[in-house]
């Protein structure tokens, strides 16, 4: 069984601070993958990031960062000097690779709603 | 390059009727995957295809859903007889490749039933 848990349901901030969204996983499988998505106001869900289990390298892209730690099983997002355009809910999301098959689903945490205000 | 099409954007329907969402994934995407999303639930994969065939519906709640996909850049998602519990954002999602590999979400259909 694969279970994500973002435990943070709403974070309220306010424009130039920065961030933290926290995501913890569950798995068995040591072969699996990690993402994030945001879902603004508008409704669509964009694909943020995609990482594997064997990279625990850190990612940064512009204000945004993920720290990935196997040992604590956890992937948190950052954004650094938010906008109120980061507003958004913002879901974190495992697939495990079953080796046979190479069948595997997405499971979703339950999302962050992350609203910055000016 | 577009991106995974859904139509309509929003339908409203009153309880009985029949329903039909669409999607055009991406085209080269092996993979097709339809979600429903609400406030209850969150995110849950409905069923998903592969090269057309249906890999994995045990997400579909009951027979009053089914979905298709004749051609690779088709699918339907079916909803006979609608109920108000239905009422949700349904999403089609694509991706190249492994099942593992990363899924774009088309924009939803927001499908209300009275």
């Known amino acids: 069984a694969q279970k994500v848990t973002q435990a943070q349901t709403e974070i309220s901030v306010v424009e130039k601070e920065d961030v933290t969204l926290d995501c913890v996983y569950e798995?068995?499988?040591?072969?699996?993958?990690l993402f994030w998505y945001k879902q603004p106001p508008s409704g669509e869900l964009v694909f943020l990031i995609r990482?594997?289990?064997?990279?625990?390298q850190n990612e940064i892209s512009g204000r945004y960062s993920w720290n990935f730690q196997k040992s604590t099983s956890s992937f948190n997002f950052t954004i650094t000097a938010s906008q109120v355009v980061d507003s958004a809910v913002y879901f974190c999301?495992?697939?495990?690779?079953?080796?046979?098959?190479?069948?595997?689903?997405?499971?979703f945490g339950k999302g962050t709603m992350l609203l910055v205000s000016p | 390059d577009a991106g995974v099409i859904q139509s309509p954007r929003h339908e409203v329907t009153e309880m009985g009727q029949e329903v039909t969402l669409r999607c055009k994934p991406i085209?080269?995407?092996?993979?097709l995957f339809w979600y429903r999303q609400t406030m209850m639930r969150g995110l849950e994969l409905l069923i998903y295809?592969?090269?057309?065939?249906?890999?994995?519906d045990s997400g579909m709640p009951e027979d009053r859903f089914s979905a298709k996909m004749p051609n690779a850049s088709f699918s339907t998602l079916k909803i006979q007889p609608s109920e108000p519990r239905d009422s949700a954002v349904y999403f089609c999602?694509?991706?190249?490749?492994?099942?593992?590999?990363?899924?774009?979400f088309g924009p939803g259909t927001r499908l209300t039933v009275l």
């Open positions: 798995t068995r499988d040591t072969t699996y993958y």
């Open positions: 085209s080269g995407h092996d993979y």
């Open positions: 990482r594997n289990s064997f990279d625990e």
């Open positions: 999602a694509s991706s190249f490749g492994q099942a593992t590999d990363t899924q774009y």
């Open positions: 999301a495992l697939s495990e690779a079953f080796m046979n098959s190479g069948y595997s689903t997405l499971t």
């Open positions: 295809f592969n090269n057309n065939v249906p890999i994995d």
